[in-house]
């Protein structure tokens, strides 16, 4: 089962940008690789996804501002991120799926990472 670590996350002002960075132990190339945030208080929920052919899923709420991309070379996903709100805070986790499918159901996830804290505040 593949293992994954992100890092990236940190304090940013409204508007501002930020790439996440989720590295894989292994190879990404039969799984999707999703990232899910969970505000505090609140439910993880899903944000957006990237799979074979690089198949890409995103959630309502970030279409337009936030961009999945991987590097099978480098075995890494990214989540860049742009005109950030203060509701994106949260901590962002990347996970692994075998789903035949894009996915932002947090149940089809089967490996997670520890997560990394994204703050958007002035």
């Known amino acids: 089962q593949v293992q994954l670590v992100e890092s990236g996350g940190t304090l940013v002002q409204p508007g501002g940008s930020l790439r996440l960075s989720c590295v894989a132990s292994?190879?990404?190339?039969?799984?999707?690789i999703g990232w899910f945030r969970q505000a505090p208080g609140k439910e993880r929920e899903g944000v957006s996804c990237?799979?074979?052919?690089?198949?890409?899923d995103y959630a309502e709420f970030v279409k337009g501002r936030f961009t999945v991309s991987k590097d099978n070379a480098k075995k890494t996903v990214y989540l860049e991120m742009n005109s950030l709100k203060p509701e994106d805070t949260g901590v962002y986790y990347c996970?692994?799926?075998?789903?035949?499918?894009?996915?932002?159901?947090?149940?089809?996830?089967?490996?997670w990472g520890q997560g990394t804290q994204v703050t958007v505040s002035a």
């Open positions: 996970a692994a799926s075998i789903h035949s499918s894009s996915t932002l159901l947090e149940g089809d996830y089967i490996s």
């Open positions: 292994g190879s990404l190339t039969f799984y999707i």
């Open positions: 990237i799979g074979n052919e690089d198949a890409t």
